[in-house]
């Protein structure tokens, strides 16, 4: 997916999308119009009525836009190989508001695999934010936990939010850099 695109859409079906900054979980209706302002990380970012809203990719048919395919593991994955998903999965994470993955942004603190006396997987994950007023930190959470939840054989997500040590510039990727002209 690409990163801007500014692409009119008009919303086929009703859809529950989510306001942003604030967090807020808002019904579209069906035949509402809008500007697609950014496609990444199997989520859209729509431009409505002055407002910005985060579209799930799971609900990309509704403004005519292809499904997002839940992540698959080969027969017999191993610990290793459920990691690099896991890791491949944050980097679908981005702040709708910065065209960033997670990861790059230096926003990741640590991410744990831990293999469950049952045989399932706990995943435990500290995050931070650009800044610690941002409104968009429940919503990082919840996306950091769905996009892990999906990978199989993971049975639990645990999120943990910090600030402790604070992010700043240091802690992004030169990629990340590049992208946000900071470098």
């Known amino acids: 997916m690409s990163s801007q695109t500014s692409q009119p859409c008009t919303f086929e079906r009703d859809c529950e999308v989510v306001m942003i900054p604030s967090g807020d979980v808002v019904n579209m209706p069906a035949g509402t119009a809008g500007y697609i302002t950014q496609a990444l990380g199997g989520s859209f970012t729509v431009f409505v009525d002055g407002n910005l809203f985060r579209v799930a990719g799971i609900d990309a048919d509704a403004i005519g836009r292809d499904l997002v395919l839940p992540p698959s593991l080969p027969e017999n994955a191993t610990n290793d190989d459920v990691e690099k998903l896991l890791w491949k ?50 919503i990082l959470v919840d996306d950091v936990r769905s ?19 604070p992010w700043n510039h240091s802690m992004m990727s030169d990629v990340a850099r590049l992208e946000t002209g900071m470098f």
Not at 94 to 121: A, F
Not at 151 to 161: A, E, I, K, S
Request: aromatic share 4%; net charge negative.
């Open 89 to 138: 999965q944050l980097k679908t994470c981005y702040d709708p508001e910065i065209p960033v993955n997670i990861v790059d942004l230096g926003l990741v603190y640590s991410c744990n695999l831990e293999v469950q006396e049952q045989g399932g997987r706990l995943v435990t994950v500290e995050i931070t934010l650009t800044a610690p007023g941002c409104g968009m930190g429940d």
């Open 147 to 165: 996009k892990l939840q999906m990978v199989p054989t993971v049975d639990r997500v645990d999120v943990t939010l910090t600030f402790d040590p």
